[in-house]
């Protein structure tokens, strides 16, 4: 056997609360949810921290293998606000797929509408039931607003069968998340969605916590010297989240 045999839950998908069953349907129905003050402030002002010296290194508005840059970031693996809606919705077998990040400078224009994979879609998914599951959680740390620019959504997007459209074209259904620092906005990643124009004087930031079933490829690597730290260190879960499981 390749892997560890007490990684592996013994349920794909445990027992959920009514609250918790409510947040599923809604999430299988528009494809988002937004989990208001999932970080406390204090929590805010450090990754802000974190993030401000990363980006200082870096002089990237995109941050790849964001667990690589700083440990400050590492309790974002298992955050159980976040940790505990995915497992209600992906089950229990769920690593990361990526971890990034994105400062968005002033004088940024608006991203064009995308989705994060490039696999077909069909709303009725496989005969088998699967579908290019996967949910992108994002922290925002600074409030959202219309000068440094929404989060923007097409609910119920991420189960249409064709691609969105070339740029950013206004949809009638479209939403503009203004997010509040400490906020977390978790997406399908075929959700229609982009971040709208800096206009603002100041950096707008957010971290992007990207997780999928532990059977599926992930994006990064996952071996640098931080997270082959945390994975030997840390407690079942967390080994699976990073990648413990290998070929099956
Ligand atoms: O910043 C946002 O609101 C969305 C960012 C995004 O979709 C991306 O970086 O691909």
Known sequence: ?????????????????????????????????VVEQAITPPEVALLREALDETFARQQSEFIHQLLEQDDRFAFLIDHQPILSRIRALLGTCIQLHSATAR????????????????????????????????INCAYFLDDLNPENGPNMIVPGSHRVPFRPPLGHPTFPDEKKVFARAGDVVMFDGWLYHRGGANNSQANRRGCFMCYQNAWMKSREPFDGPRVTKLRETGPPERQMLLGAVGPW
């Open 1 to 33: 056997m390749a892997y560890e045999q007490e990684l592996v839950p013994p349920h794909l998908n445990s027992a959920l609360s009514a609250a918790q069953e409510r947040e599923v349907e809604f999430f299988r129905h528009w494809g988002y949810l």
């Open 103 to 134: 400062v968005t400078r002033p004088g940024t224009l608006d991203q064009d509408w995308h989705r994060d994979g490039p696999w077909p879609m069909d709303f009725a998914g496989t005969p088998y039931g699967s579908l290019p599951g996967q």
